[in-house]
């Protein structure tokens, strides 16, 4: 079944051209014009992911990635104008999964649009990884505490599993990059920080105080084996 697709974009010929495009790559594409107009889209039926622009006339993109993320971990792709790193840093601590900068080749779009959908779709065995109160589902994409899940973008929950999957060893950030190669986020140096900072607010008792994915001065982080 084609993957449906919201598109909330205020610019018509934006909208429409790229409708258009991912139409015709298979995909079913709804359009809305407004924040909250996509909003109400969203609470009413479902879509696979979300191609959601910064600047709308009702209200900041970044309002509309937060509200979604109260409720769901739809898939998030961000468009805007700037193209400024902490522009992006502000986007990925909204909850967005990507992040493209206006103007854009709509191969790229698509690229980067198909890569945070097979990421969701999971192709992972479906084994659980344990670590004391915390469970990592592959096969369901999923992280739980207590066995209540936490929402966590698919970019974070990849991150995520790659920490996990090397318990105990320090992962620098380069390595964790090398790790998600193929992943649509560029690779910025704060790009790491600012993910495991939400992966964190997600898992840890106190994020400030950290217990399961530690910092290391100097080195990158490690998921600790031995957990509460």
């Known amino acids: ?31 809305a014009g407004s924040g909250k107009e996509g909003l109400e889209r969203l609470a009413r039926e479902p879509f696979d992911a979300l191609v959601l622009d910064l600047t709308l006339p009702d209200m900041d993109g970044l309002e509309v990635c937060r509200q979604l993320r109260a409720r769901a971990d739809t898939p998030v792709l961000m468009l805007t104008a700037r193209g400024d790193a902490m522009d992006r840093v502000v986007g990925l ?21 198909r890569a945070i959908l097979r990421r969701r779709s999971g192709s992972e065995a479906g084994d659980v990884l344990r670590f004391g109160r915390v469970e990592i589902d592959r096969g369901a994409r999923a992280l739980r505490l207590d066995g209540a899940e936490r929402p966590l973008t698919g970019y974070q929950f990849a991150l995520l599993l790659a920490l996990a999957e090397n318990a105990g060893r320090v992962m620098s950030r380069d390595a964790l990059m090398d790790r998600l190669k193929g992943e649509p986020l560029e690779a910025f140096d704060r790009s790491i920080d600012v993910h495991v900072s939400r992966i ?19 080195a990158g982080y490690v998921f600790a084996k031995a957990q509460d």
């Not at 964190?200 to 100097?218: F, S």
Request: proline share 8%; glycine share 6%.
């Open 1 to 31: 079944m084609a993957a449906r697709i919201l598109l909330i974009e205020d610019d018509p010929r934006l909208a429409e051209m790229v409708s258009e495009y991912l139409g015709q790559a298979g995909f079913r594409v709804s359009a």
């Open 93 to 113: 601590e909204a909850g967005a999964d990507d992040y493209l900068p206006k103007p854009f080749e709509p191969r790229e779009l698509l690229a980067r649009l």
């Open 200 to 218: 964190r607010q997600a898992l840890e008792d106190d994020p400030k105080h950290p217990r399961r994915i530690l910092t290391v001065r100097g």
